[in-house]
């Protein structure tokens, strides 16, 4: 029989490409807080023939015939997923994070409600109510963020503004911001107005996992996360919930289905159509491996890396926002500098160093150029780096940060530094 061609002999473009993104990304500090890298296991099961498979519906309960063995691979991911975050219920099928928090207002409110989020210049995301996002346009959104000049959140103030505001709905979990979220605080106060408190943990699921922050589940009555990330797992999102609606006579009196159900009815028929089974069955390796011991060391590593790069760099006398860092990322404050954020993420990248333009609490410059650059640890981690290779790291940057105005004297030379440095780790994704 014939043999069907790879990708190298069918497409050598796109496969060109690829590679050359993965020679990019082995020779160059991948320092962008949402991002890491998956296993190759994961990545085998994501491009698996599960790809083709069409299964609308849940386990048991499908539109299709046929679905015996995909059944079994989304009730792993499930059964995996509840184990490993204690929760009383998952779906696994929402296409990404942003779709996760789009069923959750779904399953939660009625359009027009008031939902308190964080704007994305305070370090929250599109979706907690951000007005160019559909949760701003059918939501009204009633703003916290932190403080501007501790850069920690103020919660007499957050709690003022949910007394006097009243919303159904309290979004907790942000993409900027360096320190831990006291869930409990958050969760005295949705009690206190009878709100809902949804955790996004997008962004540190894995720290959570690792028990270096804490944890939602047991306060939050739904936590949402995306599968990428510092996870490891395809580029998927989940939702994590209790089974009863704690609010269901009081906001959902005509309800049958309780919380669990309204939210799986959300993602499906409500927003989605068949579930990606190829994702599903890459977030339930994902889900297992981040049960490992591995794992664990490996979130307790990134927020290792984490401070020893922030202790570094406020050492060579740079600012960072709310001064430290308790989690996954820092933020670089050039607010008293002659240079943007914006400017200093290009600088970077051009020598080497992968980040981005940030907000600054306090920020007097637009958002368009910010006077602070973001910071994440976990892929330089998931390579294998440890504390002391964080001093060296700090080390590029302050040049870098020191000759904004004349990068291109020193760009090439840090650059081929930093390209030799990363000779000494691995991309768990790439094989050999
Ligand atoms: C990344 C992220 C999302 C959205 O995820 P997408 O997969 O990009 O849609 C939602 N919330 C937070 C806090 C995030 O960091």
Redesign the pocket.
């Known amino acids: 029989m014939e043999r069907y061609p790879n990708l190298k002999e069918s497409d050598p473009e796109i496969y060109s490409l690829i590679q050359k993104e993965s020679e990019y990304e082995s020779t160059t500090l991948k320092m962008i807080a ?1 991002e890491s890298y998956a296993s190759y296991s994961v990545l085998e099961a994501c491009g698996s023939m599960l790809t083709d498979k069409y299964a609308e519906g849940y386990p048991g309960s499908r539109y299709y015939e046929g679905n015996e063995f995909v059944d079994c691979v989304e009730n792993l991911a499930i059964d995996r997923a509840k184990v490993l975050f204690g929760a009383e219920h998952v779906n696994v099928q929402p296409y ?6 789009q069923a959750v207002y779904r399953a939660l409110l009625k359009i027009g409600d008031k939902v308190m989020g964080m704007p994305v210049p305070a370090g ?5 109510g951000w007005k160019v996002n559909f949760s701003g346009m059918d939501y009204v959104q009633i703003p916290y963020g932190p403080d501007p000049t501790t850069g920690h959140f103020d919660m007499n103030l957050i709690r003022e503004t949910a007394k006097r505001e009243r919303p159904r709905m309290i979004w907790v ?3 900027a911001y360096p320190h831990k979220i006291e869930y409990k605080d958050f969760a005295e106060i949705a009690n206190e107005i009878d709100a809902y408190l949804v955790a ?1 943990i ?2 540190i699921n894995a720290i959570i996992i690792a028990g270096m922050h804490p944890d939602p589940v047991p306060c939050c009555d739904v936590v ?1 996360s ?1 599968s ?2 510092m996870l490891r797992g395809p ?3 989940f939702i994590l919930s209790k089974l009863e609606d704690r609010f269901q006579k009081k906001y959902h009196p005509d309800d049958k289905w309780g919380l669990a159900k309204r939210i799986d009815r959300a993602v499906f028929p409500g927003l989605q159509g068949g579930p990606h089974l190829h994702i599903i069955a890459g977030m339930a390796v994902a889900f297992k491996e981040a049960m490992s011991d591995d794992f664990k060391k490996y979130g307790v590593q990134i927020v290792r890396n984490a401070k020893s790069l922030a202790e570094s760099l406020l050492g060579k006398g740079w600012k960072l926002a709310g001064n430290g860092t308790d989690t996954h990322l820092l933020i670089l404050d050039f607010r008293d500098k002659d240079f943007t954020g914006k400017e200093a993420a290009a600088a970077l990248a051009k020598s080497g160093i992968i980040a981005n333009f940030n907000m600054v609490p306090g920020d007097h410059r637009s958002p368009f150029v910010t006077s602070g650059v973001r910071l994440g640890t976990p892929s330089l981690t998931a390579m294998g780096m440890k504390e002391v290779d964080m001093i060296k790291v700090a080390n590029w940057i302050d040049r870098v940060c020191r000759n904004i105005k004349n990068i291109d004297d020193h760009a090439e030379n840090i650059k081929n530094e930093i390209a030799d440095f990363c000779k000494n780790f691995k991309i768990p994704g790439i094989r050999e």
Not at 124 to 128: A, D, I
């Open positions: 949402s990404s994070g942003s779709p996760a928090n929250g995301h599109l979706t907690h979990g942000a993409t996004d997008s962004h949402t995306t990428h990330k580029r998927a999102g």
